[in-house]
């Protein structure tokens, strides 16, 4: 009996600490639980947890990419710009995506086909990506007004579908998508068993290059996706755009229960991370927490959540 | 199993600390209210004060201004910080909607990203003031900034008067596009003109004292002669300072920065640096609050309301 109760515990121990984290908020701030501030938890949560899905294909194989802020702001960079000269929603969207595959795509050759470190290789094209944004938008944000193409795109980060803000909506997709993915595909498994020993992966006949190639062009057109929410909800591409989104993205993965030497955890505990971490802002500004004290919390809450991983 | 419980445990008491020590200024009023209805109306007024970044001391100030003021006449404001990212700040501001202010001190990461925030905010009917940088949609019911253009104006006759109407004079630019370094650069150049001064370099540094140092580097090299430095912040003035002090050249180059700034006041006193132009955040700030305060009460506000500066000059 005791057994079964620390393994339940152990099973669901992301969504607990969750659970617990919205109760003690919402004893303390009743108005947590409008579904109006909900509604706007998720959503401001749902750039973080879609970066954070795509990362954690990257950890889970065991690497990872600290590019993706810059990929984001990159590819949201060109998304503005080809709103702003009203192209075709649908090109604008495929274009802005098809830059992250290939922002993945060159993290990726450059881990797999020149055996380069991933934090090494993705530092360099972070620093690459960034200055590209700067040269591309001349240091200076891209704004669109609400004509043309610019209602549409408007429409994907202010508008809900059935009464459910749209990039909530997009998020769980790629939740569904990424947990059918790492779950239910031979590719998943092998990421897994990449991460677990990429020798042994390797002996058994997976082309881990292939498939540490796919992780990283999955991230890459994730961070994209990112990309189109943020400059839709602003109407607006600003050159220093997700500074620092990695770090969020890689503590949402970590709160999740996912192991960074990679091969153990689950896509799900990523998207609670990044729950824990939106819920965390949120309930904060709601109490008057004063803002030199929310990034002293927001690291506390890492560790304390990391601490809790090390008792395995 | 134990270690688990109590480091939930434990997070829960900080989590419930750190509510108890801030909810002190927000739940005294609330308490008063149930005791006389009709004070109680301006006694749970709160508003909220949106900032863009909390690195710069002169965003420091304002909040500190902020919390003087709250702290004198009992109003409650909520300063939230936007870590200079346009996403986290109308995060912010949604939180506030959720906490349903009565109205809003907003400075933007940037004029363009936070339309979008100011146009929630006239949803959900809630006032908006913004201070120091402007909005570029929704509607804004007035904007209190530093009259920019006058303090380079300023700085501009002051440099033409250390240099007795001749010479050569370099430009350290803001964040390009940034109002701050259009509006002082504009002023500037407006008394270089009228005394036929020419600027010999104009290069942007970013607003930052790295780069000013590396930037001003730069124009040693390539400018023999140079007179007199004009950056758009005390930050690159300093910056400047640095690589003219290496060059061997602080004697003969006078350098003029904008803000005002804690190091750059004491450069003055010095005499490293010739002269700061000073805004006046803390005066930017109470005029801010006080005219959300009257749009609160329904009063009609100014459209803008110029911030006066003042140069600091040894």
Do not use: W
């Amino acid at each position: 009996m005791r057994k079964s109760v620390s393994y339940y515990v152990e099973k669901y121990r992301p969504i607990i600490i969750l659970v617990v984290f919205m109760i003690a908020i919402s004893i303390m701030r009743p108005e947590f639980l409008q579904p109006s501030n909900l509604s706007n938890v998720l959503r401001q949560t749902s750039v973080n947890a879609i970066i954070a899905a795509g990362m954690s294909f990257a950890i889970l194989t065991g690497g990872i990419d600290i590019s993706v802020g810059s990929t984001l702001a990159f590819s949201g960079a060109v998304s503005a710009y080809m709103v702003l000269n009203n192209y075709n929603i649908i090109v604008v969207i495929l274009v802005t995506l098809t830059i992250g595959v290939i922002a993945g795509a060159m993290n990726g050759l450059f881990i797999t086909k020149f055996k380069l470190q991933p934090f090494i290789v993705t530092l360099a094209t972070m620093t690459i990506f960034r200055g590209m944004t700067t040269v591309f938008t001349q240091g200076r944000p891209i704004s669109f007004k609400s004509e043309g193409t610019g209602i549409m795109y408007r429409f994907i980060g202010k508008e809900s579908l059935f009464g459910i803000p749209i990039p909530i909506i997009i998020m769980v997709v790629v939740y569904i998508l990424g947990y059918y993915l790492l779950n239910h595909t031979s590719f998943g498994r092998y990421i897994y068993a990449i991460g677990c020993n990429e020798d042994a992966a390797h002996l058994s006949g997976i082309n881990t290059k292939k498939v540490k190639f796919m992780a990283y062009v999955i991230n890459g057109c994730l961070a994209a996706l990112a990309a189109i929410i943020v400059t839709a909800r602003l109407s607006s591409a600003q050159p220093t755009a997700g500074d620092g989104y990695e770090l969020d993205a890689i503590a949402a993965v970590v709160l999740g229960g996912t192991s960074l030497a990679g091969g153990r955890g689950k896509i799900t505990g990523t998207i609670i991370g990044a729950m824990i971490i939106g819920m965390l802002s949120n309930a904060l500004n709601l109490m008057d927490v004063s803002s030199y004290y929310q990034t002293i919390i927001k690291g506390l809450v890492i560790l304390v959540a990391v601490l809790l991983d090390r008792e395995k | 199993m134990k270690k688990l419980f109590s480091v939930v445990l434990a997070t829960t008491l900080m989590f419930a600390a750190v509510g108890c020590g801030s909810s002190t200024t927000s739940e005294a009023p609330a308490a008063d209210a149930g005791a006389s209805e009709e004070v109680a109306t301006e006694e749970a007024m709160t508003i909220g004060l949106v900032l863009p970044t909390l690195t710069t001391e002169f965003f420091v100030t304002i909040k500190e201004t902020a919390e003087a003021y709250a702290a004198e006449t009992g109003l409650n404001i909520v300063i939230l910080d936007s870590q200079d990212d346009a996403v986290k700040q109308s995060s912010n501001v949604e939180d506030l909607i959720t906490k349903k202010v009565d109205g809003i001190l907003l400075i933007p990461t940037d004029s363009d990203a936070v339309a979008t925030a100011v146009e929630d905010l006239n949803a959900a009917g809630i006032p908006v003031i913004t201070l120091d940088r402007s909005a570029n949609g929704g509607e804004v019911l007035s904007h209190i900034a530093s009259d920019n253009v006058a303090g380079g104006v300023m700085a501009g006759e002051y440099i033409v008067e250390l240099l007795g109407g001749a010479g050569k004079v370099v430009e350290l630019e803001g964040v390009p596009g940034a109002s701050a370094t259009r509006e002082r650069g504009e002023g500037f150049n407006i008394a270089m003109d009228a005394a036929g001064i020419e600027v010999v370099a104009r290069q942007t540094a970013n607003f930052s004292k790295a780069e000013g140092l590396t930037v001003m580097e730069n124009i040693l090299q390539a400018q023999p002669e140079i007179d007199a430095v004009f950056a758009h912040n005390d930050e690159m003035a300093l910056g400047a300072m640095e690589a003219i002090d290496a060059a061997g050249r602080s004697g003969e180059i006078k350098i003029v920065g904008f803000d005002a700034s804690a190091d750059a006041v004491a450069a003055v006193a010095e005499g490293t640096m010739a002269a700061t132009v000073a805004q006046k955040p803390d005066l930017m700030t109470t005029t801010g609050i006080e005219t959300l305060l009257q749009a609160i009460a329904g009063e009609t506000v100014p459209e803008s309301v110029p911030v006066e500066l003042a140069l600091v000059a040894e």
